[in-house]
């Protein structure tokens, strides 16, 4: 049993209901979909907030009792969402399907985080986009969430993937959090939103 599969088997929603701020702001100033994909997006608040917006969205994660969670969110807020039970380390990513990808907090060791933002680059459409927000490095001094090893938290450079994309966003901050028990107070991010 995987660790997240753990922490979301509980009737609290760890990260919180509400989406995160950057994926609002973003839905706003962007325009993402109608047919977006959620990777590594647990309980579901962020697919639920686009769902609620006219999208068509699929979350891919691989913790079962995130994606039964995701599915009742999606219930009590009347939308509908698609989710699929899936290991981002075998993942076979579809080649430009669809109008957007978002991760939120995704967090993976090296290897496997660059193999995700390769899969990233190859599902998008052509003129659709990535939008993210996940913690630097620097968030280690924080201790406000995050993974507590430094290999898996992220720096710009890890972006350059993308760098034959338009990028709309990316930029290293402190932002406040406040989701669920998971993530609480002063944070260290980085925002990336690119048009490939």
Known sequence: MNKWQTRFDTDEYVFGKEPNEFIREAAKLYNPGPDILAIAE????????????????????????????????????????????????????????????????????????????????????????????????????????????????YSLADFDVFREWETLRLEQKEVERHEGTGHNGLSCVIQYAGRK
Request: glycine share 12%; charged share 25%; net charge negative.
């Open 42 to 153: 647990g309980e579901g608040r962020n697919a639920v907030y686009l769902a609620g917006h006219g999208n068509q969205v699929t979350i891919w994660d691989f913790a079962e009792s995130g994606l039964a969670k995701a599915q009742q969110l999606a219930k009590e807020n009347g939308v509908q969402l698609a989710t699929e039970l899936k290991d981002l380390a075998e993942a076979a990513w579809p080649e430009n399907q669809y109008d957007a990808v978002i991760c939120v907090f995704g967090h993976f060791p090296p290897e496997l985080r660059a193999r995700v933002l390769e899969g990233v680059r190859t599902a998008v459409k052509p003129g659709g986009l990535f939008i993210t927000e996940v913690y630097a490095k620097e968030q280690l001094a924080y201790g406000t969430g995050g993974p507590k090893e430094e290999d898996y938290l």
